[in-house]
């Protein structure tokens, strides 16, 4: 039997149907780009929950340091700022390689970022503090960085609970704004980090590096040259890539 035989338009005996070919390339690259948008999806997923099965190993197998409930805080927050860095990229990386489909990492990455942001705070008011609300508030306003790393958590907060599709459309013009506040946050963590830290070293000065480069991607006229490079790197032919959608997406829970 021709193993083309049952495939429209190429049967034998047919004339082919003009156009099918292109029809098909169209849905197989389709198909290629949701495969890739899903792969890294999964990768993603992956990667977020990392941190956090280390953590739980060390816990079990008493693998933490001599101050388990520092090292408990240090690390959920270092996740959390990781995580929130590399929602704050995908904007950029989807610019500069036209991979449509990378634009759903921004939610996943956004939504564990918020989530180990969430256990740091647990972390700080539960074992830190022993849930004393008296004691916690004394001990957040008495410690600035503490204030900024909560105003940080807020902006999450407040991105995480608006992040379903339902919210997105019920705010409209306002979800946008909301989700822009992500380089707010963003802001508020690295300023968080930079304080929190005794001393600064070279990890500290290298993530500020970062935050300010993808700050500086975020400028309407630095986006536009992003796009410009891509274009110029389609019309070299290295790539068929996917174009992005033309109104700049949401940058975060998108
Ligand atoms: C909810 C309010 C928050 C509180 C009360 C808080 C509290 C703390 C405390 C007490 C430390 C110092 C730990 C130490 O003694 O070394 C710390 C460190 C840190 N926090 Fe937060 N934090 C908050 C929110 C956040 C957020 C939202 C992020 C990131 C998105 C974050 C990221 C970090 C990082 C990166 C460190 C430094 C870890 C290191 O020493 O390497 N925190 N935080």
């Not at 907060?157 to 707010?184: D, E, F, N």
């Not at 993808?214 to 019309?235: K, N, Q, S, T, Y």
């Amino acid at each position: 039997m021709d193993p083309l035989e049952h495939m429209p338009g190429t049967s034998v005996g047919q004339d082919p149907v003009p156009g099918t070919d292109a029809d098909e390339d169209r849905a197989a690259t389709a198909k290629r780009r949701v495969s890739f948008g899903a792969v890294a999806a999964w990768a993603a997923h992956l990667g977020a929950l990392l941190p956090l099965t280390l953590l739980v190993w060390d816990v079990l197998t008493g693998g933490l340091s001599y101050d388990p409930v520092r090292d408990l805080t240090q690390r959920t927050g270092r996740a959390a700022f990781i995580l929130l860095v590399l929602t704050i990229a995908v904007r950029p990386v989807v610019r500069l390689t036209g991979v449509g489909s990378l634009r759903g990492l921004a939610r996943i990455l956004g939504l564990y970022a918020f989530g180990y942001a969430l256990l740091h705070l647990l972390v700080f008011v539960g074992l830190d503090f022993g849930f004393r609300w008296d004691l916690i508030v004394g001990g957040v306003l008495e410690k600035r960085f503490a204030v900024i790393g909560l105003a940080s958590f807020l902006v999450l907060l407040a991105m995480a609970a608006t992040s379903t599709k339902g919210w997105m459309q019920r705010l409209g013009a306002l979800w946008k704004r909301i989700h822009r506040l992500v380089y707010a946050a963003g802001t508020l963590a690295m300023l968080h980090y930079l304080l929190a830290v005794k001393t600064i070293t070279g990890t500290q000065l290298a993530w500020l590096v970062v935050v300010v480069l993808l700050f500086v991607a975020r400028i309407p006229e630095v986006e536009e040259r992003l796009g410009a490079l891509r274009r110029l790197g389609e019309r070299t032919g290295s790539g068929d890539a996917e174009r992005p959608p033309p109104d700049p997406d949401p940058e975060f829970f998108g």
